[in-house]
């Protein structure tokens, strides 16, 4: 959403610190996450968890860049 929000004439610095930004938040979230997700699957289903959590992750990316091109 923030990236969606500048203009033509930003710097590259700008854009860079907006990815930065993304990333550290995404670092955050997401490695907790992951790990408490493969932490309470099974043994013997640690590979499918893995897998579908894989899976939802990219639904998530690829609906999230339809919803930029197809907006309300």
Known sequence: MML???SMSVTV???GLHLAIFGVGQGMFQSP???NIMSTA????VGL???LNA???SIG????ILCM????
């Open 4 to 6: 969606s929000l500048l």
């Open 69 to 72: 091109f197809f907006p309300r």
């Open 33 to 35: 996450n992951n790990s």
């Open 61 to 64: 990316m690829v609906l999230g």
């Open 49 to 51: 968890v893995g897998g």
């Open 13 to 15: 610095w700008v854009v």
């Open 42 to 45: 099974p043994k013997n289903k």
């Open 55 to 57: 899976l939802v992750r």
